[in-house]
């Protein structure tokens, strides 16, 4: 799974980042982006819903950082 | 003189000239969309409001002739404020801002219930002054906070209502007549009615973004008003205490004319206050119904015009002048720069550069996408050719910002 490095980065950067990596990748792709940034939470599911990919959900990176990890494709 | 401009339009004649060379193209025409935060002041308040300057300047609580003359135009203002609101005077208390009046109903009713509970319940799209006189209810009067979710329109869900009710434990709900940032109305009479069969929980409806446009909802035991939301002058706001409700002053006492208020009376707000509500309540039928068709199209427009845009809040059910969207991969600031630099004034509930970076929490609690967030409302005399100009303009400026960052 790609990982995507957000710290410390505003708003919309971790959705950019996500919308960057998804293209030329096939559906079903899983990427991962960690992101300190508080809209994060809400943005990146509501990416998902916009945009047909599947939020699979939050955990946490080694340094305790928020990454939120997606599927391209329904 | 009449014309849109006396509708409480905005002004549309452009903004003060840039300081420049001489020889600068003039700036376009500057239009404000922006009316949930401000209205310009009503002509009929204006009027009002200068004439309580010469005659309401007195104290009150005198009783010689200038006193008696500033306490007639008071009770006047009350009555015709109670009036247009379908209240009882008596009820009627002028603070000095939507949001004072909105702490002192909520913490006047955790010290009123204090036996019958402690826990302040409010929906999670409730506007800061509930959530920040909750948090000092939390710190400083022993209280807990239960927030209450939303479906994804912003609407108030009366099952989790159910639940937040089940204990036993609630002195209060606070539950706004219709949500400021994505216009959606809550059901206040249905949760009144799950509030009464609670033990008799009363409800405090901050109802400032609909007073003006919408009816009072049936339901509320205190609520809160702000006068410069529907035309009258900054600096006035409206508690209303129903006869009955439990309701203790969580201030300091004062000795005015009205024993729920401290400080001297702004007599010529409140007349002028009055006289706009008066004159907004009269026209806000015919005014509302042209704009709820205005709204409707600028939400099809924008779905329509612009890729990868959420337009959030419920699209029937709502305040009349009032629509949001998010545009996914802009900074909501840029936006809202941009957008007065082509001649539009509109709100945001983005806080990409904010300091705080806290998204909204309206936006947030609804599952909407919180960046690259625009809200727009509409005045009274908003012009439909300046609404269609925005549509023309607006896809033009996302593509460009999305550009910008390699979108």
Do not use: I
Request: charged residues 20%; hydrophobic residues 45%.
């Amino acid at each position: 799974m790609t990982e995507l490095d957000c710290r410390g980065l505003p708003c919309p950067a971790p959705v950019l980042a996500l919308a960057k990596a998804a293209r030329g990748r096939p559906d079903g792709t899983e990427l991962a982006v960690v992101a300190d940034d508080p809209a994060a939470r809400v943005d990146v599911p509501a990416w998902c819903r916009m945009r047909g990919h599947r939020f699979l959900g939050e955990d946490r990176a080694a340094d305790g950082v928020a990454r939120y990890r997606v599927a391209l494709g329904a | 003189m009449t014309g849109p401009g006396d509708l409480g339009a905005p002004p549309s004649d452009g903004p003060p000239a840039p300081s420049g060379p001489p020889s600068a193209a003039p700036p376009p025409p500057w239009t404000d969309l922006d009316a949930a935060s401000a209205r310009p002041l009503h002509p009929a308040a204006r009027a009002a409001l200068l004439a309580a300057y010469e005659q309401g300047y007195a104290d009150p609580r005198r009783l010689h002739h200038g006193g008696r003359q500033a306490r007639r135009l008071l009770d006047d203002a009350r009555e015709v404020l109670a009036g247009s609101l379908g209240v009882r005077p008596d009820e009627v208390t002028f603070t000095g801002s939507g949001t004072e009046a909105v702490h002192r109903g909520l913490l006047g009713l955790a010290r009123g219930r204090r036996r019958a509970g402690t826990v302040l319940a409010h929906s999670a799209v409730e506007h800061s002054a509930v959530l920040h006189a909750t948090d000092w209810a939390v710190r400083d009067l022993g209280c807990s906070a239960r927030p209450v979710a939303v479906d994804a329109s912003g609407r108030l869900d009366l099952d989790a209502l159910r639940e937040a009710l089940a204990p036993g434990d609630v002195a209060a709900l606070a539950l706004q007549s219709a949500n400021h940032e994505v216009g959606t109305t809550q059901p206040v009479a249905a949760a009144a009615e799950l509030a009464g069969l609670a033990g008799q929980v009363p409800l405090l409806v901050d109802a400032c973004a609909s007073v003006g446009w919408q009816p009072l909802p049936a339901g509320w035991g205190v609520a809160a008003a702000s006068a410069h939301k529907w035309g009258g002058p900054a600096g006035v706001g409206v508690l209303l205490v129903r006869k009955g409700v439990r309701w203790r002053d969580p201030y300091p006492a004062d000795d005015r004319s009205d024993l729920r208020a401290s400080g001297f009376e702004d007599v010529p707000g409140a007349v002028a206050a009055a006289a706009a509500l008066r004159a907004v309540v009269s026209e806000a039928e015919q005014t509302g119904a042209r704009l709820h068709r205005l709204v409707d199209r600028v939400r099809r427009e924008v779905a329509a015009r612009v890729p990868d845009v959420d337009v959030v809040g419920d699209p029937d059910d709502r305040l009349p002048h009032l629509l949001t969207f998010s545009c996914l991969y802009v900074d909501g600031e840029a936006l809202v720069t941009e957008l007065d630099r082509a001649g539009f004034g509109v709100g945001s509930g983005s806080a990409c550069t904010a300091s705080t970076h806290e998204p909204s929490h309206v936006l947030a609690a609804m599952g909407a996408l919180t960046h690259g967030n625009v809200r727009l409302s509409l005045h009274p005399g908003t012009p439909e050719h300046e609404v269609e100009r925005f549509l023309d303009v607006l896809p033009g400026v996302v593509a460009r910002l999305r550009a910008e960052v390699g979108m």
